[in-house]
């Protein structure tokens, strides 16, 4: 099993800044790539930004420029960086994460493929 958490949510003013967590843990043998999606009210979720085990990294046209993601080698641990927000930011961000399983005699050998979804966080922005 794989659990998928995110944090850093929050209510901010246009302009301002917010950081977001999503840390996955549980039977992993290896991740391949993590990610944030938002869905407003309203609209279908939407990739926000990637990054692939590689450090290649992709953003939606409405973000680049304010925000960035990031990844430590080594951990499970993605983060969306959010500057300058604006009004039309505010939605509930998904983390998506997807890699390999464990395999059943353990670790040392890739199970089968999986991909897991954070419960969302809030973000909003308004005066």
């Known amino acids: 099993q794989v659990h998928v958490v995110e944090s850093g949510g929050g209510s901010v003013q246009p302009g301002g800044s917010l950081r977001l967590s999503c840390a996955a843990s549980?039977?992993?043998?290896?991740?391949?790539?993590m990610g944030w999606y938002r869905q407003a009210p309203g609209k279908e979720r939407e990739l926000v930004a990637r990054?692939?085990?590689?450090?290649?990294?992709y953003y939606a046209e409405s973000v680049k420029g304010r925000f960035t993601i990031s990844r430590l080698n080594g951990e499970n641990t993605v983060y969306l960086q959010m500057n300058t927000l604006k009004p039309e930011d505010t939605a509930v961000y998904y983390c998506?994460?997807?890699?390999?399983?464990?395999?059943?005699?353990?670790?040392?050998?890739?199970?089968?493929?999986?991909?897991?979804w954070g419960q969302g966080t809030l973000v909003t922005a308004s005066e």
């Open positions: 998506k994460v997807h890699g390999y399983y464990c395999s059943a005699g353990g670790c040392s050998v890739p199970g089968p493929h999986f991909e897991h």
């Open positions: 990054v692939d085990r590689g450090g290649g990294s």
């Open positions: 549980g039977s992993i043998y290896n991740i391949i790539g």
